[in-house]
């Protein structure tokens, strides 16, 4: 058997526990984890730096459209608004009351013996509708006369509106005398008061028959 001799058995030995020194192995780890770092740093700043350049050209391209988009904003306030008035135009005329109607019905009710003399009328603010009536009256019982008037008035009235209430404010005798027909006729004043709703009247429902059961 050859027999070998290791002559630098110390010197390989020595070189190996230096390989092997925790302290350099430490500083080995440290210089690694480092060099980490410092990659994730410069990745992050990469990322910010792209971030802030699409800002940017997010924000020159907001600079640009901000303009039109501010325009745009103020118009469509702008219609609103107009459309906002138009509805309460609409509101207003939809709900406006028409006198015509109301004149032509108290024509119908002045007879040959009567004489309106003045016709106040105010739509107030619940919508009801309130006239003031003045006039004379001839008859044997002008106040008789003045009475047929105001049955009348709230007939025809009652046909078209609701809640119709006419009401003398002044009746009273006068010592004037007028001829009509040939015949001498005493007068009378009056004054009436009409409130109603200018809604539809409410159909009078009909009368409930009563079943008679026969024997």
């Keep these: 058997m050859a027999l070998h001799l290791n002559l630098l058995h110390e010197e390989i030995l020595e070189q190996r526990q230096r390989q092997r020194d925790p302290l350099k192995i430490g500083i080995m780890v440290l210089c690694f984890v480092g060099v980490l770092m410092v990659l994730y740093y410069m990745w992050n700043g990469y990322q910010a730096l792209g971030i802030r350049s699409r800002l940017n050209q997010v924000q020159a391209d907001w600079s640009k459209v901000e303009p039109n988009v501010t325009a745009a904003q103020k118009r469509s306030a702008e ?3 107009i459309i906002s008035t138009t509805k309460v135009l609409d509101g207003m005329i939809d709900d406006r009351f028409f006198w015509g109607p109301f004149l032509e019905k108290l024509s119908r009710c002045v007879a040959l013996n009567a004489q309106i003399t003045s016709v106040d009328g105010t739509v107030l603010e619940n919508n009801r509708v309130s006239v003031a009536i003045e006039g004379l009256a001839a008859g044997r019982e002008p106040r008789a006369a003045a009475e047929e008037l105001r049955q009348l008035l709230l ?6 509106y609701s809640d119709v209430k006419v009401e003398f404010k002044v009746l009273e005798d ?4 007028v001829k009509i027909g040939g015949g001498n006729m005493a007068m009378a004043r009056f004054g ?3 409130t109603f709703n200018p809604g539809a009247a409410k159909p009078t429902p009909p009368p409930a028959h009563t079943k008679i059961s026969r024997p």
């Design 79 to 81: 219609l609103n608004s």
């Design 155 to 160: 007939e025809q009235l009652g046909q078209s």
């Design 174 to 177: 006068l010592d004037t005398i």
């Design 192 to 194: 009436l008061g009409v």
